[in-house]
């Protein structure tokens, strides 16, 4: 089923917001009474479970080797029976068209969640997780992944539908994202006819 991308700044609540959304979509399964719904999985993907280090953005070919084995953890559990929410740094546009297209290859239903918190505040929350030691990224590589977020736009068809999520907002809008994924509105991109 569907490729769900939850972009945002670094410690901007991504990982919590992902969190609420897999929440939400197991009890929509768990009480569905249709079979089709019935048997769709779910899959979380993020850095840290892929056992990719927050310093791998620190410098471009560790940061490229990164988000190609990011790519390739979602090709390998996307299909039309397996609801993915990829929770990473989805902040270069480019990569988010690839995941764009790979969502299209498999006739699946994608959208973008970003998570708008604004920087200053996301910049306190990192420094509180790394004096707790909880996470958190280096000052350093948290400024330069400030400074090149492309800001997801809804009018490029590879960031649509789009859906913000401001940062004093209790909840994603978990009922509109499945009726806009999993639902009747699910709007699937055709694959290009071969040539």
């Known amino acids: 089923m569907p490729l769900i991308l939850i972009a945002g700044y670094p410690s901007s609540g991504k990982t919590h917001r992902s969190k609420q959304l897999l ?32 310093d791998v953005y620190g410098a471009a070919r ?9 790519s390739s953890a979602i090709k390998r559990v996307l299909n039309r029976d397996t609801v993915v929410v990829a929770d990473g740094m989805n902040y270069i546009k480019g990569f988010r068209y690839q ?29 509180r997780a790394l004096e707790a030691g909880t996470g958190g990224y280096a000052p350093e590589i948290f400024e330069n992944l ?17 859906f913000a999520v401001p940062w004093d907002d209790a909840t994603p ?17 055709k694959p290009n006819a071969a040539t």
């Open 23 to 54: 929440d939400f979509f197991a009890q929509k399964i768990s009480e569905s009474d249709d079979p089709k719904t019935k048997r769709l999985k779910l899959h979380h993907i993020d850095d840290q479970g892929l056992g990719l280090s927050r």
């Open 62 to 70: 560790p940061e490229k080797d990164a988000r190609a084995t990011f």
């Open 99 to 127: 995941l764009y297209c790979e969502a299209k290859a498999v006739q699946t239903p994608n959208c973008i969640v970003h998570v708008g918190t604004q920087p200053d505040q996301c910049r306190e929350l990192n420094t």
């Open 146 to 162: 400030v400074f090149r977020f492309e800001e997801p736009n809804g009018m490029n068809r590879w960031d649509a539908p789009l």
């Open 173 to 189: 809008p978990c009922e509109l994202i499945w009726d806009t994924m999993v639902g009747g509105k699910a709007k699937v991109a």
